[in-house]
């Protein structure tokens, strides 16, 4: 476990938001820039902590409130995940409509997309009751960050 998780995991218990686990990077780093040529870097305490790929979560981009609400949302989404498919530039993630609503995913990305603009969000509700999809991509590596950081397999 990195620093960051261990970090995490002390100060707002685990994440269980199966493989998208980045609510626990949003909730304890901040943002640091890096020289050219540096490696990319996660600043948690005092602690700072090496990346895969050049892209970084804004983790002071909420308030403690906003991060507690964030934290309920995500357990929300966990609890109704059923799928995840890999995508060309990130990750899809086929959800229980039953279980959360559109509503509070859509207050989720609005809360994500502060931390981590690298994301692009798509959120899709299938004809019918068809299915429930949120979908994250980004630009090249991104996909490389969020098996990193979210643990995806």
Request: net charge positive.
């Amino acid at each position: 476990m990195n620093v960051l998780a261990a970090h995490f995991a002390r100060t707002t218990g685990p994440m269980l938001l199966a493989g998208m686990m980045l609510i626990g990077l949003l909730n304890v780093a901040a943002m640091k820039p890096r020289q050219e040529g540096q490696a990319p870097r996660v600043v948690a305490g005092n602690q700072v902590t090496q990346q895969p790929s050049g892209f970084y979560c804004n983790l002071k981009s909420l308030t403690p409130e906003e991060r507690v609400r964030q934290h309920e949302l995500a357990q929300a989404i966990a609890g109704s995940k059923l799928e995840t498919k890999e995508l060309t530039d990130g990750y899809a993630f086929r959800l229980q409509s039953e279980k959360v609503s559109i509503t509070n995913l859509a207050e989720w990305v609005a809360a994500e997309r502060k931390c981590c603009p690298f994301f692009d969000f798509e959120i899709s509700l299938g004809r019918e009751g068809g299915p429930l999809w949120l979908k994250l991509r980004g630009a090249e590596g991104v996909k490389d960050f969020m098996r990193h950081e979210l643990h995806i397999q």
